[in-house]
């Protein structure tokens, strides 16, 4: 926000100038640091998905930074190897890289295919649920827009979007038990969300200059369910069971035709 001419152009932030430009100007009325106004803004939004988390907020983080060099944030491109470096610099071990693709439950591109804006990452982008955790691990079979995109591979159902990053994330040895755990245990998904978002969220800050004002942030509505499910038309066949250490769970099948996944509107 307070470099947007220099770091929206970054290659890996492609997509954050149209949040930035939105949210710049609340900032600036309300005289709130760039830093609070996004962790502020984060964790609102997210208490907005069915099942969210509700997360920490500290505020006072002072307006003074300086422009982040390029190439510091991974790439959907990058190898697990460098993802896992990189995300170390800063203090994350690979277990938490996956607490932190949690996010991606809710989440959607607009521009590794440009083509198809708004393509989901799982079948269920308006609930912070597993169904993520499940979806990542089908087998792939198709792409959802013009064809290969450099980041991006086969998907399993019509309309989802696969991260080639999240695809091999979900299959490393070193991550592949994390990510099979959220897939019954809802309520533990979003413990480690929380858990991971509060360490993120301090980072360059010394905790003990800030003020906690969790109680603003609204108490989102509870989970639907604790247990994914595999969408229609998959079977346990299907998975591509990665963590060696536990058997994939037996979950449910939903009824119905093949699921097809709707674009998520632009707001
Ligand atoms: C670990 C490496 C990561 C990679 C390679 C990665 C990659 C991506 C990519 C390519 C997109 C689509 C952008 C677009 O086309 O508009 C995306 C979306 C998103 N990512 Fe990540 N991501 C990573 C980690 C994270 C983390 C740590 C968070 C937050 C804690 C996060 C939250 C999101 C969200 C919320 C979206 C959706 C934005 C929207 O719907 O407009 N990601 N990510």
Known sequence: MAFAEIETNFHANGGIDDIVEAQRPFALKHGVSFGDFIQFAGAVGVSNCAGGPRLQFLAG???FSLPAP??????????????FARMGDA???PNEVVDLLISHSVAAQDHVDPTIPGTPFDSTPGDFDAQFFVETLLQGTLFPGNGSNTGEVM????????????????RDARTACEW??????????VAKFESVMAK???LGQNPQ??????????????????????PAGKTLADIEQSCNAVPFPVISADPGPATSVAPVPPS
């Open 61 to 63: 983080r002072s307006n």
């Open 70 to 83: 390029d190439l510091t944030v991974p790439e959907p491109f990058d190898a697990t190897d460098k993802i």
């Open 91 to 93: 203090g994350f071990s």
């Open 155 to 170: 998907s399993p159902l019509a309309g989802e979007f696969r991260l080639q990053s999240d695809f091999e994330i979900a």
């Open 180 to 189: 099979q755990s959220f897939i019954t245990d809802q309520n533990l998904m």
């Open 200 to 202: 993120l969220a301090v």
């Open 209 to 230: 200059d800030l003020v906690d004002c969790s109680e603003i942030i609204p108490v989102p509505s509870v989970a639907k369910s604790q247990v994914a499910t595999l």
